[in-house]
């Protein structure tokens, strides 16, 4: 009989960020403090992982966050996110308010200058996933690379409590090849939030059937006499925008990370956390946490 893994939580701490600010700052409710500061991402932020550590029952959590706007890959390719606008007046300050709130959670969270959260998270995936049963909340389909057989991916869907879960085998269903192959598929397809094309010309359909039939990039590059004259046509304009679109798109599953079981395991909710959160004007989430109780 198999002795049954405890759950670690892992969480896409700028996925949710982001998600909670644009949720309500499209309406124009930014939640200001008595300083006039907005708290719309930090307490947002904070309910979405209240909510997720209710429903997923982790023995521990583990908070992954981004280091800088630049990371090794604006380095492999210079238009990597460059698109992107800069942040809202109202966001810049809940970047570090956000971490500093989830510390005071007592949430264990990490991060490393030049890598990105996703990097950090396949990392404690590729260390850790014998150890423990993981679920990855985040809003990235990107992590579906690292789907295996005791990880799941919780894509957050809607509100605070819907989910989109995503295991190996629903994966394998749902894309018809392997989570392993969704590096190839994106270097074909590109991905336009982060700023790199892939092959013009190229959609998931053909992608697909691509990998399917040659099963990666340098498979389908090496029976390129097989293919239509329209898809040799296509790979031959942008074949070294393949390559860098790979490297663009592959998780880094390599950063040196060491977790410490003591310091991880989900925190108990103390009246200093609730005296702390009153005095940054945190009502919503201190609410919240009451109705989550009953």
Known sequence: MNEQKERLLIVDGMALLFRSYFATAAMGNFFPNEAGVPTNAV????????????LFAPQYLVVCWDMGAKTFRNDIYEGYKAHRPEPAPELVPQFDMTREASEQMGYYNTGFVNIE????IGSIVEKYSETYDITIVSGDKDLFQLLRPNVTIAIVKKGYSEYDLYTEERFIEEYGFSPEQYIDYKAFIGDNADGYPGVKGIGPKTATKLIQTYGSIEGVLAHR???????QTKLSADEEMLHISYKLAAIHCEVDIELKEE????PEWTPQIAEAFQEAGYSLVLR???SLMK
């Not at 307490?43 to 209710?54: C, I, P, W």
């Not at 310091?263 to 989900?266: A, G, P, S, T």
């Open 225 to 231: 006499e097989e293919l239509t004259k329209g898809v």
């Open 117 to 120: 959260a996703d990097d950090v």
């Open 288 to 290: 919240y946490r009451d």
């Open 43 to 54: 307490q947002g932020y904070l309910r979405h992982v209240m909510t997720a550590e209710k």
């Open 263 to 266: 310091e991880m395991r989900v």
